[in-house]
């Protein structure tokens, strides 16, 4: 949170896990709209409204048939919703004929719920609340994320309407840690993301404790980890990893089984990079 009005803001990291939607569309007069699986009715409700922009332009009601299938797991802080969402828009955009712009869909979005932004080819800082892109920072050189999940789910609409317990102090020191996130993604500094990942992450716990946190730090110091990234909203956390390390194989394998030993499953993500991504605001 940083020291202005509407200040709340995540930073992105893209790794490799999607979700795919398909719009088969069904015209005539008294069409539907449906999804597939049902529980997904955030995105049936843009859907309807991206066919109503439609509708508008052409008098012709269109229904059809919205499929959504993701390897995201759901209610852990990894933008599953998010990237259903913006899936959905460019779907049914395209299939309906209806130009769906990052700023279009920013506007669609912001009615159903915060919103992260994945919609970007890029790591960007977006004002995920009032759904509104605040800069593209850039990309990085690829890294690995070795990654528990803590168990249980968070609700991404609940936990926005949660006052944050940050001080103006700590909203200026949210400021300088995005300048400084901001300064590394240019230069590639992986080592200066992990330090910057890892004091958002220690200063998150005020507002979403994770009891994982100082193991999974320890784990990171010991098999030589760049910090500690955690979903901000949800129940997971990574060690990052530079792929680019001579030591790289042995210290993924390392970190997977000192995570194993905490509990529950390890997962292993590998982060996005964009070789055209531009930078600035």
């Known amino acids: 949170m940083l020291p202005e009005e509407d200040g709340d803001f995540l930073v992105t990291l893209p790794v490799a896990r999607w979700t795919m939607a398909t719009f088969r569309r069904e015209p005539g007069s008294s069409a539907e709209l449906t999804v597939w699986p049902p529980r997904k009715t955030k995105a049936l409700q843009l859907a309807r409204t991206i ?9 012709s009601p269109v ?3 919205l499929a959504i299938n993701s390897v995201i797991p ?7 919703s998010s990237a259903d969402l913006v899936a959905t828009a460019r779907a049914v955009g395209q299939a309906l004929n209806v130009d769906m712009p990052p700023a279009r869909i920013e506007r669609l979005l ?3 719920e915060p919103t992260d932004g994945v919609l970007y080819p890029a790591i960007v800082a977006f004002h995920h609340r009032s759904v509104r ?6 990309s990085l050189p690829v890294m690995t994320v070795v990654g528990i999940d803590e168990g249980g789910s968070v609700d991404t609409v609940d936990f926005n309407r949660i006052p944050k317990p940050f001080t103006l102090a700590d909203r200026h020191e949210y400021a300088r840690l995005l300048d400084r996130l901001a300064c590394a993604v240019r230069r590639r500094d ?3 993301v992990g330090r910057v ?27 030589g980890g760049l910090g500690v990234a955690v979903g901000h909203s949800g129940t997971t956390l990574g060690i990052l990893l530079d792929t680019r390390d001579p030591s790289y194989t042995q210290r993924v394998s390392e970190a997977a089984r000192a995570c194993g030993e905490l509990g529950g499953g390890v997962s292993v993500y590998r982060t996005l990079s964009f070789a055209n991504c531009a930078e600035g605001s």
Not at 51 to 59: D, K, V
Not at 133 to 138: D, E, Q, S, T, Y
Not at 197 to 223: D, F, G, Y
């Open 133 to 138: 892109l605040r800069a593209i920072l850039g």
């Open 51 to 59: 066919s109503e922009l439609a509708a508008a332009r052409t008098g």
């Open 110 to 112: 912001a009615r159903i």
């Open 74 to 80: 759901e209610g852990k802080g990894l933008a599953s």
């Open 63 to 65: 229904g059809g048939t």
């Open 197 to 223: 990942a890892t004091r958002s992450a220690e200063m998150n716990q005020l507002l979403r404790h994770k009891w994982s946190l100082e193991p999974m730090r320890e784990i990171c110091r010991e098999v």
């Open 190 to 192: 992986l080592a200066e």
